[in-house]
């Protein structure tokens, strides 16, 4: 729950019905993700549903943590013994993590979950450790339907039952859906952000997240050269959301070595924070020398970072938080980022690898008339079946060279993965 004053307020995550799913399977659940996602709501809620003898821990009980590492047995009679079911939460702060768990899923056989703010290091020490023991799902701010629902979930069904037939969605239905795809542009969709109604709280909460992520996360997992340089590097690249990254560039600014830039945005992936699209190939060898473009996974976090919270049509950047906000959509989705660009400049924002064939994308931040001669030319090399024109307009139709060309509104970016 989200205490919101003093009523507690639950977000439904899509995560949770794919945990629910996974409750009869012997293998550890692990969510990892950022700060302030929803992690431990998340876990409590679904403790709260378990019946059965449960136990819920927090390993930011320095006791508690220091007895899971230090005396793995120990702990286990305490702990683990007695119970069927058992949380960790904040395990990040274990210093032996895949070890001690090991000991015990394979000692008791016991149904465990575990959260984390983690970073890829510990992901994939746990991974090692706990082959074929394991689930790792990953949990990011609320995805724009997770939102919607949250707030006005008949509006959003009835909008996308409309789509769904390939009709147009009613004039006065989708004005309200932009208006909530706005607000989600502005303010992202961390949970705490989500359920405030106060702006000025909104920032301040935003605020406490970053401050938040450069104390706890940054300092006390990473060791990086220059706490100054590091923010200045988070100030440039929030600048040039959906840009390809000029890492020489990057490293004359913000006074940092070119491995230190690349180690330093290898920290913002592993924390959560951003997200590197790579460029479409067939040839898998040229697609890995290519730089690739750089996204945030919230636009609200990006959009403190450069001071700016101005409703998205005067906005100078509007084309820039658009395509970062349907960037955050595809991670949230699960699938990989990337784009497609070719010899001659021809570009596509993204590209969907799916059984069979890629799907491409194009985003504009205002009604799309056309689907442009870079899509165009994308369809005519690889002939997809379908091709996605996502912007502030209704929906459409046509077809190209044998291929089905949706427009389809902003808010509706989730049917794409269907």
């Known amino acids: 729950m989200i205490e919101n004053g003093r009523v507690k307020i639950y977000v439904k995550r899509n995560l949770e019905d794919k945990i629910e799913k996974l409750m009869d399977a012997p293998e550890i659940i692990a969510i990892f993700g950022a700060r302030q996602v929803g992690k431990t709501t998340l876990m409590r809620k679904i403790f709260e549903k378990i019946v059965g003898r449960k136990i819920f821990l927090d390993f930011e009980d320095p006791e508690m943590v220091g007895l899971f590492d230090e005396d793995i047995k120990a702990f286990s009679?305490?702990?683990?013994?007695?119970?069927?079911?058992?949380?960790?939460?904040?395990?990040?702060?274990?210093?032996?993590?895949?070890?001690?768990?090991?000991?015990?899923?394979?000692?008791?056989?016991?149904?465990?979950?575990?959260?984390?703010?983690?970073?890829?290091?510990?992901?994939?020490?746990?991974a090692s450790a706990l082959v074929g023991r394991i689930f790792i799902l990953e949990l990011y701010p609320l995805s724009l339907e997770e939102f919607i629902l949250f707030r006005t979930p008949e509006?959003?069904?009835?909008?996308?039952?409309?789509?769904?037939?390939?009709?147009?969605?009613?004039?006065?239905?989708?004005?309200?859906?932009?208006?909530?795809?706005?607000?989600?542009?502005?303010?992202?969709?961390?949970?705490?952000?989500?359920?405030?109604?106060?702006?000025?709280?909104?920032?301040?909460?935003?605020?406490?997240?970053?401050?938040?992520?450069?104390?706890?996360?940054?300092?006390?997992?990473?060791?990086l050269s220059s706490e100054y340089s590091f923010q200045k590097l988070i100030k440039l690249l929030s600048l040039q959301v959906g840009s390809l990254v000029n890492y020489s560039e990057l490293s004359r600014t913000a006074a940092l070595s070119l491995n230190e830039v690349k180690r330093n945005i290898s920290v913002l992936e592993e924390t959560y924070i951003v997200r590197l699209s790579r460029p479409y190939?067939?040839?898998?060898?040229?697609?890995?020398?290519?730089?690739?473009?750089?996204?945030?996974?919230?636009?609200?976090?990006?959009?403190?970072?450069?001071?700016?919270?101005?409703?998205?049509?005067?906005?100078?950047?509007?084309?820039?938080?658009?395509?970062?906000?349907?960037?955050?959509?595809?991670?949230?989705?699960?699938?990989?980022?990337?784009?497609?660009?070719?010899?001659?400049?021809?570009?596509?924002?993204?590209?969907?690898?799916?059984?069979?064939?890629?799907?491409?994308?194009?985003?504009?931040?205002?009604?799309?008339?056309?689907?442009?001669?870079?899509?165009?030319?994308?369809?005519?090399?690889?002939?997809?079946?379908?091709?996605?024109?996502?912007?502030?307009?209704?929906?459409?139709?046509?077809?190209?060279?044998?291929?089905?060309i949706l427009f389809m509104p902003l808010y509706a970016v989730n049917l794409i993965f269907r």
């Open 77 to 126: 009679k305490l702990y683990v013994e007695n119970y069927e079911f058992i949380f960790i939460d904040e395990f990040q702060h274990s210093q032996t993590g895949g070890k001690g768990l090991k000991y015990i899923y394979d000692t008791f056989k016991k149904k465990i979950f575990i959260s984390g703010s983690s970073s890829l290091e510990l992901t994939v020490k746990l």
């Open 155 to 223: 509006m959003y069904y009835m909008a996308i039952s409309y789509l769904e037939k390939q009709k147009e969605v009613p004039t006065h239905l989708h004005k309200q859906l932009l208006r909530e795809l706005d607000e989600f542009l502005v303010y992202g969709g961390f949970p705490r952000v989500a359920i405030e109604k106060t702006l000025d709280l909104r920032k301040e909460i935003l605020k406490n997240l970053y401050i938040t992520y450069l104390i706890k996360d940054i300092k006390e997992f990473f060791r």
């Open 281 to 404: 190939f067939t040839n898998k060898r040229t697609e890995v020398v290519k730089n690739p473009k750089i996204y945030f996974i919230d636009n609200g976090l990006r959009n403190y970072i450069i001071q700016d919270f101005r409703e998205p049509l005067i906005r100078p950047d509007i084309g820039q938080i658009v395509e970062n906000f349907v960037a955050s959509e595809i991670v949230k989705s699960g699938k990989e980022l990337k784009f497609w660009r070719s010899k001659s400049k021809a570009e596509v924002d993204f590209v969907i690898e799916s059984p069979g064939y890629p799907i491409p994308v194009e985003v504009k931040s205002g009604i799309a008339k056309s689907p442009g001669k870079s899509l165009i030319s994308f369809v005519s090399k690889y002939g997809p079946k379908k091709a996605f024109v996502l912007h502030r307009g209704n929906y459409s139709r046509r077809t190209i060279n044998g291929t089905e």
